[in-house]
């Protein structure tokens, strides 16, 4: 079994006794004070996040017509000053990843999943992109919650929303995956420890990946693994709305024929009104429908368990029932997003 990697907090993490875990080969902090607490510091106040365990890739800007075929949004025509939510189609359609694009004049930074970095990099090799891993020389700090700007404008300039900045330390986004605002921040290894201790002496407390997994459930994101995977298309997954590549694009034609034909699997969120939690890998049935929940937990905002469940077929109303253990438990399918 290979050793774990670990970020350059590692050290840092286990002085505020986190409990760690192995994530896609990383060893990274669960949580520090609990789960529940850290959600709710940044719903209600600010927390920052260790993600560097996610892939940082720079890509040329000339390679942009190239790089806009291999996946399902249009990054040619947005400003040079825009971060990007998109996915990396395959063939079929299917997801290869679902990555971040920050863009600026004269290079792409490329953030993907820690589980897919390799995999995205040997797609980049077949496709003929050229691009420096960033991952292990630099660290990605992520600030969020309603007070992470007002308190993190004392250290940079902030950019609109969806927005990407640098300057001589700092090379950032106005992102996230949290439902709140905030800035995901790359910089070099040497200075992130004096970041991260001057966010906290501002009052920004750490949070483990444990929170930002029901962080981004309760603001209905995805998780690629579960949501999206390589047998599930943007379609499937409920986000059309990333289908904005104006050109040809990989796996367009299948996205093509699943938008024309609806024949295909469907993404639903639900909610039950019952203290069991419907966890992923739990079948479930809406009329004549089958699923299986692909996330699910209990919101701590809404008080009550929610997720995603994954249809063969597009289900004929809202009412659907899950098998917990042996116990049916009967449940809602929701049209809108768990927070408004």
């Not at 797609?123 to 700007?149: E, F, M, P, W």
């Not at 040809?248 to 019952?274: C, P, T, V, W």
Request: overall charge negative; some cysteine; hydrophobic content about 35%.
């Amino acid at each position: 079994m290979s050793e774990l990697k670990t970020t350059s907090l590692y050290e840092f993490h286990l002085s505020k006794n986190s409990k760690m875990i192995d994530f896609a080969g990383w060893s990274m902090p669960f949580s520090y004070e609990g789960t529940l607490k850290e959600h709710n510091y940044v719903r209600e106040s600010s927390g920052y996040f260790d993600v560097s365990h996610m892939g940082r890739l720079r890509l040329n800007y000339s390679q942009i017509e190239e790089i806009n075929y291999l996946i399902c949004s249009e990054l040619k025509d947005i400003d040079n000053t825009k971060a990007l939510y998109s996915i990396f189609t395959s063939e079929s359609g299917t997801a290869i990843d679902d990555v971040i694009f920050w863009k600026f004049e004269d290079d792409l930074i490329l953030i993907c999943n820690a589980s897919n970095t390799t995999k995205i990099k040997n797609h980049l090799d077949a496709n003929s992109i050229n691009y420096d891993d960033l991952t292990n020389d630099t660290d990605l700090i992520a600030v969020q919650g309603k007070d992470s700007i007002a308190i993190i404008e004392e250290m940079m300039s902030i950019p609109n929303k969806f927005s990407t900045s640098r300057d001589s330390k700092f090379t950032y986004a106005r992102t996230g995956y949290t439902g709140e605002d905030g800035v995901e921040v790359m910089l070099d290894k040497k200075d992130t420890l004096d970041f991260v201790q001057q966010l906290e002496s501002k009052g920004v407390k750490p949070c483990g990946l444990g929170s930002r997994d029901t962080l981004r459930l309760e603001a209905s994101l995805p998780l690629y693994g579960f949501e999206l995977t390589d047998d599930i298309s943007p379609v499937e997954a409920g986000l059309k709305w990333t289908l904005t590549n104006k050109s040809e694009y990989m796996g367009k034609e299948a996205i093509d024929n699943q938008l024309n034909s609806k024949d295909h699997k469907y993404l639903k969120r639900f909610s039950l009104n019952a203290k069991q939690i419907a966890r992923t890998g739990t079948t479930c049935k809406s009329g004549d429908s089958i699923g299986i929940v692909t996330s699910g937990n209990i919101s701590p905002i809404l008080g009550k368990p929610i997720g995603f469940a994954l249809f063969e077929t597009n289900p004929s109303d809202n009412l659907v029932e899950f098998d917990i253990r042996g116990n049916l438990i009967e449940g809602n399918l929701l049209d809108k997003r768990f927070l408004s």
